[in-house]
């Protein structure tokens, strides 16, 4: 059996809970999910929100997938899956990712997840064990937080700037302490949308030879790039360095899918697919990942993510330059060259989260800073996403954070 891995015995929990929501204009309530997990009273711009907007979830797409899917012959999508996932799913899906990172992908070297998510508890699982230190950006994913707490792994938080995850200060630390991996967002990161260079996607992928160092490259954003295109993704390293690659069709296609994919060195996506959970109940969404094989085989996948970028790259050029011209001076942030979010700094004296009770009342809300730090910090920072709201809202939910901003 796998080394290092503990028999977890957790509660199923949603990642998000279901509320009522009534966005500006869109004329009546409807039912989304908000990472925020509250309650959000209608007339509320919750820029905090990461998610695609209703309208850009491809349900014809779904639809047109699902019935060619259907078409096939065999049962066998009812059937438990392969524990690496169906093969034909995995070489559209290797087809799909060569295009975007510009260079071959091994359909050998992926297997399907239940999204990034499960990606991550996965690793959390087989490659570490309770009260483990593992290293983590600052700031960092703080869904991801979670679930090293729910491990209870010990994060150690490692600066970034605006190239990223400051590579000498992961060797600086290694002399210190020995992690069971690194997780880090190269690509778009989640909260700030910095890209890591290639010079330090080089220096990573050989610091993790030379250390041995498991680094668990979260890349969910990657295939959203708007006005420049990004270094070749960690998973381009994976065969050469200790690198699992997270991708997700939640950021490109739905969400509701549940349905992602881990790409490593073959030899360690066999030791993965050996896991207790694979084992007792085989592959992970053999008929989600049948009905997107469909998608990806019919070009609609590609269709969408062209449509996101699309609207996505409209939405955060009309959002920066609303903020550039409303917020004060003293707000420092830099226009996302990909991904969902805008990374605010405000003075250092400010603390947005006595902040967002004044947003709050001015109905518009965001993510506080402290949210994505490992160590109680970037309490002067927050978080806002273009990925929910059409621009109308984008540019009245910033005019509102204007009016709380000026008033500090
Ligand atoms: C960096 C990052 N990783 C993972 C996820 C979750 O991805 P999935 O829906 O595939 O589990 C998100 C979504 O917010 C994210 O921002």
Redesign the pocket.
Known sequence: MTKGRKPVKRKLTT?FSVHKFEPLDYGRAMTVAS?AQKEIPPGMIDLGI??PTPRLLPNEAIARAAADCSRRPGRMLLAYGAEQGDAQFRTALARFLGAVYSAPVDPAGLMV????????DLVCTLFSQAGDTIFVEEP??F??RKIFADHRLKPVALPMDSDGLLIDAVEEELKRSRPAFLYT?PTY???TSVCLSGARREQLAGLSRRHDLLVVA?E??HPLAYTAVPPPPLAASCTSARIIS??????ILA?GL???WLQAAPETVARIVQCGLLDSGGGVNPFTSGVVRSALELGLAEENLRLLKDTYSRRMQAMCAALRRRLPASVRFTDPAG??FVWLALPENMDTGDLLAKAIARNVEFMPGIKFSSREGLKNCLRLSFAYYETPELLEGVERLAGVIAVD
């Open positions: 990642k990472s990461g998610q997840t239940n999204g990034a998510s499960q990606g991550i960092t994913y869904l991801a967002i990161h989640n909260p979260d969910v954003y997270l991708g997700s069709f939640s950021k969400p549940r349905l992602g991904g969902f």
